[in-house]
Structures are given as structure tokens and as C-alpha cells.
């Protein structure tokens, strides 16, 4: 099969979350009309695509991960036409447009579970949903010990009005997400035409949310141990083999429109051989490369973590996906600047703080290095710039149900949601017109604004650009990987096509080789320093 047409083997995506990136309103939330301001910055930045977080009209128990309509815009991002002109004006720059699909749960102010709740148990309404009797004497205890991954317990029990107790609804995240059942038709024929939908409104793709959650075990076991999304350990609710009957059937909806339309698949999978599964040629065509994301700063691991995942995924012929932040896990610019740099969950005030200079060194190297890699590239938004978490945000600004579901144990993600910095001088950092914020951004982001960084030599913004442009200039997105040796134990060495890449993670500097530097995510001479990454064109 010819790959000549194929974007997203190499595509470089840009996700935005867009109630954190541009407010066109003045009301302190961005929104799609502030998205397409934007779109200049993004093209001149050199990504190929951009994929939005959710703009569906939600309550926004979950940040818009709680869908009531999958067709309609929330007010809170404009009207449901922008997302039309979006898609439009994005294409005629010549950028790919992605969206999130949540097929896992909706909100319950949806519809269908509107229908359902108001329906009989055994009823075609409730069958959409996973509904289930309860244990005990008068069914007063869940049907299992299943867990949400936000904290607490994963089943909710219904009330009639006039109190009486009835059936219990599975939600895997919050109380005002039910997951849907995904054994029945009436669901797959109803995101069959969620698919269509969008398809013929222009979508390049989808980013499927909870990829690996649709399907549950058989019978609804009880867990054996705590599982968590993010986690290593699979439990009975995840990474279900009658998952991928699904996406084989989406595959062939995708199939139906023109041009190469593709699916990207979010599932924390922790068995490599398992998550090429996801990317089959009859399936989804990427699959985030959660492994790189969590990989601790240390060379070994990374080269690992590179070598085992595009085997994996060379097995089934898909395309190696890497990623280092998105709108779940602490920035990189912060997490690189921890003791354990694995550790992906956020920090609040009273804890121990990251070192975000440390942290900004290794990003920029980590950043390098992924962007030197064959295959596609996601990044989010900020991480061009530079951005730190938030791990000073006060409590009283949390909205992330993770922190009251836990009992304020996790600060959760909302660290990682902060406006976008775009005006050092302006109101708000120049998010919003009014200088609104619906998160308060830290000091730190006024110095790291784009205005201080876009075509200045050095910055962060900078170094991003120059790597996009060289990718593409040299194909090193249908590159191939070899190893290069002679570097030591803590230098990530390989090179691809033209370009030689090292990067030092934790060693004594290292002498560089005969060549043309290309480039450098610092200052370089004749050595390269630890905690760097170097582009160089063999000579």
C-alpha cells in the first residue's frame, strides 16, 4: 500500500485546549472565534495539524469531557457555525483540522441519558448505558468494586422521585459522566452518525478519548487490585479485545469520504505489543506514545522506549506517534525539573516545588530529540513557549473534579490548563480583551509570552520553529532510526537521513563529532553539555 499520501505518518499536531488558548469574547474563556485569530501564529510556527479538545455543548463537570450534544457547540466557544469556519479557514492555510471524540461516557444531561433515566430497567433506553441491578439483600450495595479514576466510587445508584432506590450506572470518571454500552447497537449506530457528522463537515481525524475503556470484561468482574487509567495495571474495564471491532468499523466510515482521514487512539496501554493493536491497518492510524511521555531522564530508558516502540509499531506498519505534554499530565517544562521525572501528576502550593529552569533545559533537549524522530509529533500548546506548570495555583481556583473527588489529595490537571501567555504588557497576558483569565497565570508566564519569544534567536519559540522547519526541509518524519555508539552510557545518540542527533542526559559533556551543527537547544562550542541535544549534518 502506498504511504505517499499519507499526512499524519509525519504530521507535526498542535493540540489546543480551547478554553485555555485565545478568548475572542472578552468573557475570561477562549473560544473557537479566538482559535481562528490564532491560526497565523500556528502556520508560522510550521505545525501540519491541529487537534481541538472538546467544544461540545457540557455542563463542563469535566472540562467539556462531558458531552450533552456531540453535534453542537457550546456557547462558552461561540456558535456551532464557527466550528464550520474554523475547519475552513484552518484548510485554507493548509493545516489538517483533528477533534475529540468521547465515546466512552456522555454527560448525564445528554439526551440519551435523559431518556434513559426517565425509562424502565430492561428498557432499550437504559440498555444504552451500563445499568446494573445491585448486590445485597435490596441491591444496596454496586454491582462490583470498580473504582472512578477520578477517586471514589464508579457506580452511582438511581432514585425514583419519590425516593425509592433502584438501578446503579457505571461511571468511570465522574458521577456526571455514565459510560455507555458499547455491546449495543443502538450506540454504535448513533456514533456511526456522530462520525458522519463531522467527516462531512471537513474533519481531517479524530482523537479518540478513553480509547482503550469502551469495551468492559464480560460479566463485570470485580477488580483483583486498584487500576487507574494512567496506570500499569489492566483491570477488567480496560484494553478489552472487543475494542477493536469498533475502530475496524470506524475505519471503514473514515474510508468512505475523501482524501486520508485518520484516528488517533489515547490509550494508556503499558504493553507496547498490545497498544500496536490500536494501529493496525484495518483500525486507527496513530496511537499516542504514552511510554515516551512517562520515560524518566535517563538515556537508557529512552533508548528503550524508542527501540522497543517503533518495532512494535513497524510490526503492523503504522507510524511511531511521540508526545511529551498534553491537557492531562504535567507540563514537561516542570516534570523535567523533578526528582522523579516519571511522576506525571501536578503539584500544588506546600509541595515540593520543580526546578523550572532544570526542567526548561531538559525540555528543550527532550523537545529536540523527539522532533528528530520518524513518525508524527503531537505538541500542546505552550510547550513552544516554554510554559511551566502552575504548581503554585491557590485551591479556590481548582475546577478539575479530580480535586474534590479525591478529597483534595490530587491537585489535579488544572495546572496544565492555564491561559495562554501572548501579550507581556496586556490585561490577562493578552488572552482576552478584557484581561479576563478564568485561571489566574502565574508571573512566570510574562516573560515566556509569545510577543517576548516569536522570532527572537534563542527562545524557546524559536528553537521549536527552526526544528519544524529542518524536519520537514530534511523528511525526517519518513526517516529511519539507527543507533550510533561511541558516546557513552548517558548520551542518546542516532542519527536519521542527513542528521546526526545527540543528546546528553546526564553525562560529562561530550566532544562533538566532525560537522555541521544545525542546531542546538543551547549554547554549544566544541562540547556538548548535559542536558542538551544537538541537530548536526554529517560531514
Same mark, same amino acid.
Given at each position: 500500500?502506498?504511504?505517499?499520501?499519507?499526512?499524519?505518518?509525519?504530521?507535526?499536531?498542535?493540540?489546543?485546549?480551547?478554553?485555555?488558548?485565545?478568548?475572542?469574547?472578552?468573557?475570561?474563556?477562549?473560544?473557537?472565534?479566538?482559535?481562528?485569530?490564532?491560526?497565523?501564529?500556528?502556520?508560522?510556527?510550521?505545525?501540519?495539524?491541529?487537534?481541538?479538545?472538546?467544544?461540545?455543548?457540557?455542563?463542563?463537570?469535566?472540562?467539556?469531557?462531558?458531552?450533552?450534544?456531540?453535534?453542537?457547540?457550546?456557547?462558552?466557544?461561540?456558535?456551532?457555525?464557527?466550528?464550520?469556519?474554523?475547519?475552513?479557514?484552518?484548510?485554507? /492555510?493548509?493545516? /489538517?483540522?483533528?477533534?475529540?471524540?468521547?465515546?466512552?461516557?456522555?454527560?448525564?444531561?445528554?439526551?440519551?441519558?435523559?431518556?434513559?433515566?426517565?425509562?424502565?430497567?430492561?428498557?432499550?433506553?437504559?440498555?444504552?448505558?451500563?445499568?446494573?441491578?445491585?448486590?445485597?439483600?435490596?441491591?444496596?450495595?454496586?454491582?462490583?468494586?470498580?473504582?472512578?479514576?477520578?477517586?471514589?466510587?464508579?457506580?452511582?445508584?438511581?432514585?425514583?422521585?419519590?425516593?425509592?432506590?433502584?438501578?446503579?450506572?457505571?461511571?468511570?470518571?465522574?458521577?456526571?459522566?455514565?459510560?455507555?454500552?458499547?455491546?449495543?447497537?443502538?450506540?454504535?449506530?448513533?456514533?456511526?452518525?456522530?462520525?458522519?457528522?463531522?467527516?462531512?463537515?471537513?474533519?481531517?481525524?479524530?482523537?479518540?478519548?478513553?480509547?482503550?475503556?469502551?469495551?468492559?470484561?464480560?460479566?463485570?468482574?470485580?477488580?483483583?487490585?486498584?487500576?487507574?487509567?494512567?496506570?500499569?495495571?489492566?483491570?477488567?474495564?480496560?484494553?478489552?479485545?472487543?475494542?477493536?471491532?469498533?475502530?475496524?468499523?470506524?475505519?471503514?466510515?473514515?474510508?468512505?469520504?475523501?482524501?486520508?482521514?485518520?484516528?488517533?487512539?489515547?490509550?494508556?496501554?503499558?504493553?507496547?505489543?498490545?497498544?500496536?493493536?490500536?494501529?493496525?491497518?484495518?483500525?486507527?492510524?496513530?496511537?499516542?506514545?504514552?511510554?515516551?511521555?512517562?520515560?524518566?531522564?535517563?538515556?537508557?530508558?529512552?533508548?528503550?522506549?524508542?527501540?522497543?516502540?517503533?518495532?512494535?509499531?513497524?510490526?503492523?506498519?503504522?507510524?511511531?506517534?511521540?508526545?511529551?505534554?498534553?491537557?492531562?499530565?504535567?507540563?514537561?517544562?516542570?516534570?523535567?525539573?523533578?526528582?522523579?521525572?516519571?511522576?506525571?501528576?501536578?503539584?500544588?502550593?506546600?509541595?515540593?516545588?520543580?526546578?523550572?529552569?532544570?526542567?526548561?533545559?531538559?525540555?528543550?533537549?527532550?523537545?529536540?530529540?523527539?522532533?528528530?524522530?520518524?513518525?508524527?509529533?503531537?505538541?500542546?500548546?505552550?510547550?513552544?513557549?516554554?510554559?511551566?506548570?502552575?504548581?503554585?495555583?491557590?485551591?479556590?481556583?481548582?475546577?478539575?473534579?479530580?480535586?474534590?473527588?479525591?478529597?483534595?489529595?490530587?491537585?489535579?490537571?488544572?495546572?496544565?490548563?492555564?491561559?495562554?501567555?501572548?501579550?507581556?504588557?496586556?490585561?490577562?497576558?493578552?488572552?482576552?480583551?478584557?484581561?479576563?483569565?478564568?485561571?489566574?497565570?502565574?508571573?512566570?508566564?510574562?516573560?515566556?509570552?509569545?510577543?517576548?519569544?516569536?522570532?527572537?534567536?534563542?527562545?524557546?519559540?524559536?528553537?521549536?520553529?527552526?526544528?519544524?522547519?529542518?524536519?520537514?526541509?530534511?523528511?525526517?518524519?519518513?526517516?529511519?532510526?539507527?543507533?550510533?555508539?561511541?558516546?557513552?552510557?548517558?548520551?542518546?545518540?542516532?542519527?536519521?537521513?542527513?542528521?546526526?542527533?545527540?543528546?546528553?542526559?546526564?553525562?560529562?559533556?561530550?566532544?562533538?563529532?566532525?560537522?555541521?551543527?544545525?542546531?542546538?537547544?543551547?549554547?554549544?562550542?566544541?562540547?556538548?553539555?548535559?542536558?542538551?541535544?544537538?541537530?548536526? /549534518?554529517?560531514?
Amino acid at each position: 500500500m502506498s504511504t505517499q499520501n499519507q499526512w499524519w505518518r509525519n504530521a507535526v499536531i498542535y493540540q489546543i485546549y480551547p478554553r485555555s488558548f485565545a478568548d475572542a469574547s472578552g468573557d475570561g474563556y477562549g473560544d473557537l472565534p479566538g482559535v481562528m485569530d490564532r491560526l497565523p501564529y500556528l502556520k508560522d510556527l510550521g505545525v501540519d495539524a491541529l487537534w481541538l479538545s472538546p467544544f461540545y455543548l457540557s455542563p463542563m463537570a469535566d472540562g467539556g469531557y462531558d458531552v450533552a450534544d456531540y453535534t453542537v457547540v457550546d456557547p462558552l466557544f461561540g456558535e456551532t457555525a464557527d466550528a464550520y469556519s474554523l475547519i475552513s479557514e484552518a484548510h485554507d /492555510k493548509g493545516l /489538517k483540522v483533528f477533534i475529540d471524540l468521547v465515546p466512552n461516557h456522555t454527560s448525564d444531561e445528554h439526551e440519551w441519558f435523559r431518556a434513559a433515566v426517565a425509562s424502565a430497567p430492561g428498557s432499550p433506553e437504559r440498555a444504552m448505558y451500563m445499568f446494573r441491578d445491585g448486590r445485597g439483600t435490596d441491591g444496596e450495595l454496586p454491582p462490583n468494586n470498580w473504582s472512578s479514576v477520578f477517586g471514589g466510587p464508579g457506580w452511582t445508584r438511581l432514585h425514583r422521585p419519590d425516593g425509592t432506590p433502584e438501578q446503579w450506572y457505571l461511571h468511570l470518571f465522574d458521577i456526571k459522566q455514565p459510560d455507555l454500552d458499547w455491546t449495543n447497537e443502538r450506540v454504535r449506530v448513533a456514533f456511526d452518525d456522530v462520525l458522519r457528522h463531522w467527516l462531512e463537515a471537513g474533519v481531517d481525524g479524530f482523537r479518540v478519548d478513553v480509547a482503550h475503556g469502551l469495551v468492559k470484561e464480560k460479566g463485570l468482574p470485580d477488580q483483583e487490585e486498584v487500576t487507574e487509567l494512567l496506570g500499569t495495571n489492566m483491570g477488567p474495564m480496560w484494553d478489552q479485545d472487543g475494542v477493536h471491532e469498533i475502530y475496524r468499523r470506524w475505519h471503514r466510515i473514515l474510508g468512505e469520504y475523501d482524501g486520508e482521514r485518520a484516528l488517533t487512539a489515547e490509550a494508556w496501554v503499558p504493553d507496547l505489543d498490545r497498544l500496536a493493536r490500536y494501529v493496525r491497518p484495518d483500525e486507527m492510524q496513530q496511537a499516542f506514545n504514552f511510554d515516551f511521555l512517562t520515560a524518566p531522564w535517563d538515556a537508557a530508558t529512552y533508548r528503550r522506549v524508542i527501540t522497543d516502540s517503533m518495532a512494535a509499531n513497524d510490526a503492523v506498519g503504522a507510524p511511531t506517534t511521540w508526545v511529551l505534554s498534553n491537557h492531562d499530565v504535567m507540563r514537561h517544562a516542570s516534570r523535567l525539573g523533578r526528582i522523579d521525572t516519571s511522576d506525571r501528576n501536578g503539584a500544588g502550593p506546600g509541595e515540593p516545588q520543580p526546578d523550572n529552569a532544570l526542567g526548561l533545559r531538559r525540555a528543550r533537549a527532550a523537545s529536540l530529540m523527539m522532533l528528530a524522530l520518524p513518525g508524527s509529533a503531537y505538541l500542546y500548546q505552550g510547550e513552544e513557549l516554554g510554559l511551566p506548570e502552575h504548581t503554585t495555583l491557590p485551591h479556590e481556583y481548582r475546577q478539575d473534579p479530580v480535586w474534590e473527588r479525591s478529597n483534595h489529595e490530587q491537585v489535579g490537571r488544572d495546572g496544565c490548563r492555564i491561559p495562554m501567555p501572548w501579550s507581556a504588557d496586556a490585561p490577562g497576558l493578552g488572552f482576552s480583551p478584557t484581561g479576563e483569565t478564568w485561571l489566574p497565570q502565574p508571573e512566570s508566564y510574562r516573560g515566556l509570552a509569545a510577543d517576548q519569544q516569536v522570532g527572537v534567536p534563542g527562545s524557546t519559540w524559536s528553537l521549536y520553529r527552526d526544528a519544524l522547519s529542518a524536519r520537514k526541509s530534511m523528511a525526517l518524519g519518513d526517516g529511519a532510526l539507527e543507533w550510533v555508539g561511541g558516546f557513552g552510557d548517558d548520551v542518546v545518540a542516532f542519527t536519521n537521513g542527513e542528521v546526526t542527533v545527540l543528546t546528553n542526559v546526564s553525562g560529562s559533556p561530550v566532544s562533538l563529532p566532525d560537522g555541521e551543527v544545525l542546531l542546538a537547544s543551547t549554547a554549544v562550542d566544541r562540547e556538548l553539555p548535559r542536558d542538551a541535544t544537538i541537530w548536526m /549534518k554529517r560531514s
